[in-house]
């Protein structure tokens, strides 16, 4: 079991070192002791940043299911693979053994294929946080479609335009959701939403809030019947290392978002070894990530991370504050959660609620605890580590993307000694690197800059869907030979690394990535309105939250503003969703610009987060004269 589960920091730096001068042997090792492979490699690394171009374990042959369910059966057979446990805390939990979950995935795979489903066909997955999620995305794996998970709170034009983006050919849905007391009628989104989709020839229902739901004739199906006819028996599709497993969408500076493509064999290498030691995973633990499985947080640490190594991940259908905001840790002391990992947002909205719910509940199966999704402040990081873990429970800020697949800085628990707000150390096989805006390598410590990763991992994605272009000059065209990452970071005196924030357009609220510019779209289609300009200000529970400078087409507009602000915000809502919603629209004159007319969004960002006395040079702007007015009508 070399180097698979890393137990002291001197066993730490060793392996980081072996990882990062020969990273095909490391990895190498790694692959041939811990998978099930049909077909070995040719070779393990084959990489070009310019082009760019990344190709893992190329030639090998494989599938993942039966590296995250089948390779299990003979001694894990028995063994909860997934808990679930639902939105209401009266509907008692379901133990889905891996056995179970063989059969559920099986039969599920049967249905794509008697669907007209088969090996590169896109699914498009908008189900909420019940078993069908989970079991829906292995079995497209196990049939070698592509799966492209919607989060089940987009809109129905977010979700259209994912689904024309990749060309889906069929939806999974359910007749709805339960989230707290609301239900939400996710079938009516999937079918306004497929009024502007021509490719999608099956819809398959989920039942689950037993609503009342038009079923289109020929093309709608609901899932059971078809599941209780189906075959328990589904060879696994043999598929190249390199092949795309999966599409998972993430905001990008245009109105598009980004279909990041992610492909087989590294992307469960990569994960699976991550969540051993990130986690400090040990069999029979029980491990709980609250994620969605919408995000990339959930594709890689609730399914495919952990159930490559055998473990019992649970799946929460309902958010923390139902029925009260004691839920997560009634759920830590029911279930004797070993692992818990959430994001700091959820941790600052518990911590508001004071110590009376957290201290109520027997949390001392806790081992480790978790965070990611964006920076954690110091306030919320020792709350946590207080009254959560009890300060014996190692906190891991693990910072990572979307696009790097899997967890790429963070603590390993029980071997680096953590420090509040600093993401730490390298995972092992990751390159940081930090650049100053001249393009060059800031080296030593004590230094500050634009985060890149000097060669690849391998769960890197390989290309945007259908936009292999927009890949390249969105990861690999701010800096020579470097993916850069979007975010900034600073290395201490000792090397950790501390995660500053975007350097871009994304607005990170609620731990969601939102871009500015497809919010600015969605209000601009608003009649009234001319221009708009969002920002991100300081908010105590999200984060950040949006700040929006609307310049009306009339500026003597005689409509009540506070009409207009609903208006806007319902626009957002349909567009994007209500997480992308705006806090605050100010009406203003005009935008400060620069001579060759681009909004200056530093100085929007200033006044949005009371920073006045600190603009910074405006002497550049076009028009300086809308800056104080802009700051007289604050809100
Ligand atoms: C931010 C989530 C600080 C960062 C896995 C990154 C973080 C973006 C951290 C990716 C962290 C994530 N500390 N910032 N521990 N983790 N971020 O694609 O800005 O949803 O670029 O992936 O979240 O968000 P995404």
């Not at 679930?84 to 559920?104: G, M």
């Not at 609250?290 to 399914?303: F, K, L, M, N, R």
């Not at 959430?342 to 806790?366: C, F, H, M, N």
């Not at 060059?440 to 936009?467: H, M, Y």
Request: glycine share 8%.
């Amino acid at each position: 079991m070399s180097n698979y589960h890393i137990k002291h920091l001197e066993e730490y730096y060793q392996v980081y070192r072996k990882s990062v001068r020969e990273p095909e042997n490391f990895w190498e090792e790694i692959a041939e002791e811990h998978f099930i492979w049909s077909k070995k490699w040719d070779k393990v690394l084959e990489w070009d940043f310019s082009k760019p171009e990344v190709k893992w374990f190329k030639g090998a042959k494989l599938n993942i299911t039966e590296n995250c369910i089948d390779r299990h059966l003979a001694t894990r057979g028995d063994k909860t693979a997934i808990l679930f446990e639902p939105n209401d805390p009266n509907e008692p939990a379901e133990n889905i053994t891996y056995k179970q979950l063989h059969i559920r995935v099986n039969q599920f795979a049967n249905v794509l294929k008697e669907n007209g489903i088969k090996k590169g066909d896109r699914v498009c997955i908008y189900v909420p946080m019940i078993p069908e999620l989970a079991i829906s995305v292995l079995a497209c794996a196990r049939i070698g479609a592509i799966h492209s998970v919607v989060f089940a709170g987009f809109s129905s034009t977010a979700l259209s335009t994912r689904i024309n983006d990749s060309d889906c050919k069929m939806v999974i849905t359910a007749d709805g959701s339960f989230r707290g007391k609301k239900t939400i009628d996710l079938k009516g989104i999937v079918d306004e939403a497929l009024e502007s989709c021509t490719c999608v020839e099956n819809v398959l229902v989920v039942k689950r809030i037993n609503s009342d739901i038009h079923m289109k004739e020929g093309r709608d199906k609901w899932l059971q019947p078809l599941l209780d006819k189906a075959s328990t028996e589904c060879k696994a599709e043999i598929m190249d290392a390199e092949d795309p497993l999966f599409i998972l969408y993430t905001s990008g500076s245009t109105g598009m978002p980004k279909g990041m493509v992610h492909t087989t064999a590294g992307y469960m290498v990569y994960t699976a070894y991550t969540f051993k030691n990130a986690f400090q995973y040990r069999e029979n633990d029980v491990y709980w990530c609250t994620a969605d499985i919408g995000w990339i947080t959930g594709h890689s640490y609730i399914v495919y991370g952990p159930l490559a190594n055998g473990a019992t991940t649970v799946l929460f259908e309902g958010v923390p504050s139902y029925p009260d905001f004691g839920r997560f840790w009634d759920i830590v002391e029911k279930h004797k959660i070993n692992q818990f990992y959430t994001a700091p947002t959820a941790i600052r909205a518990l911590a508001k609620q004071g110590t009376e719910l957290v201290d109520k509940y027997d949390l001392s199966s806790l081992k480790v605890l978790g965070s990611v999704g964006e920076p954690i402040n110091e306030e919320a990081w020792h709350w946590y580590n207080d009254n959560v873990g009890k300060k014996k429970s190692p906190i891991i800020d693990s910072w990572w993307q979307t696009e790097t697949g899997g967890i790429m800085i963070t603590p390993i628990p029980y071997v680096t000694p953590t420090k509040p707000t600093y993401a730490t150390l390298p995972f092992i096989g990751i390159q940081p690197a930090l650049m100053d805006e001249n393009g060059d390598e800031l080296k030593g410590n004590q230094v500050e800059g634009r985060l890149c990763i000097k060669f690849p991992w391998p769960s890197i994605a390989r290309t945007i869907w259908g936009n292999h272009q927009r890949y390249k000059e969105t990861y690999f065209s701010a800096f020579d030979n470097m993916y850069f990452t979007g975010d900034g970071a600073l290395r201490d005196e000792v090397g950790y690394y501390r995660i500053t924030g975007r350097v871009d357009d994304v607005i990170i609220v609620s731990g969601h990535n939102l871009g500015t510019a497809p919010i600015e779209d969605s209000i601009n289609e608003h009649p009234a309105v001319a221009e708009s300009a969002i920002v991100g200000f300081p908010h105590d529970v999200k984060g950040s939250a949006l700040y929006g400078y609307v310049i009306l087409k009339d500026a003597g507009e005689s409509r009540n503003h506070d009409n207009l602000r609903k208006e806007i915000n319902q626009i957002i809502t349909e567009h994007i969703g209500p997480i992308a919603k705006l806090d605050k629209i100010q009406f203003s004159d005009g935008l400060p610009k620069t001579r060759s007319g681009k909004i200056m969004r530093r100085i929007l960002r200033k006044i949005a987060s009371n920073e006045m006395d600190n603009l910074g040079d405006t002497s550049t702007l076009l028009n300086p004269e809308v800056v104080q007015n802009i700051i007289d009508n604050r809100l």
